[in-house]
């Protein structure tokens, strides 16, 4: 006989769902704010996004991850830069186009780092 349970849906909360499709909670619309989101959802939103889901990836609001790597730099060199809120596209294009001092530093950081790790992870590999 067997005893084989019926699978339950593997669910999240909101918030866990908008980080992984990298949008905003607090702008996204009300009843993906206050439901859960199964597994199957979640790939459905990536897979065919919603007109309000491509917008948001579109125009924003982001949230700092989002931020921090369309400027090329850390979340802790936008913290340092007093960037602290999300930024709709629009303000992180005119940083780009108006490259104020602290994102030249936080950028010639953020590419040090990533050189040096690039160089650890090939000599973890030689040895």
């Known amino acids: 006989m067997s005893t084989s349970k019926?699978?339950?849906p593997q669910t999240m909360k909101p918030a866990t769902a908008a980080k992984k499709l990298g949008i905003l909670l607090s702008a996204a619309p009300a009843e993906f704010q206050e439901g859960v989101v199964s597994r199957?959802?979640?790939?459905?939103?990536?897979?065919?996004?919603?007109?309000?889901?491509?917008?948001?990836?579109?125009?924003?609001?982001?949230p700092r991850q989002v931020v921090a790597a369309k400027l090329r730099v850390s979340i802790s060199g936008l913290a340092r830069a007093g960037?602290?809120?999300?930024?709709?596209?629009?303000?992180?294009?005119?940083?780009?186009?108006?490259k104020p001092d602290w994102l030249e530093r936080e950028q010639t950081i953020q590419t040090r780092v990533r050189q040096d790790e690039l160089r650890l992870k090939q000599q973890r590999a030689k040895a």
Do not use: M, Y
Not at 83 to 98: D, F, H
């Open 83 to 98: 960037v602290t809120g999300p930024l709709t596209t629009a303000e992180i294009e005119t940083l780009k186009a108006e």
């Open 40 to 62: 199957d959802e979640l790939n459905a939103l990536q897979a065919d996004p919603p007109s309000w889901l491509a917008d948001l990836r579109r125009e924003g609001p982001h």
């Open 6 to 8: 019926a699978k339950t």
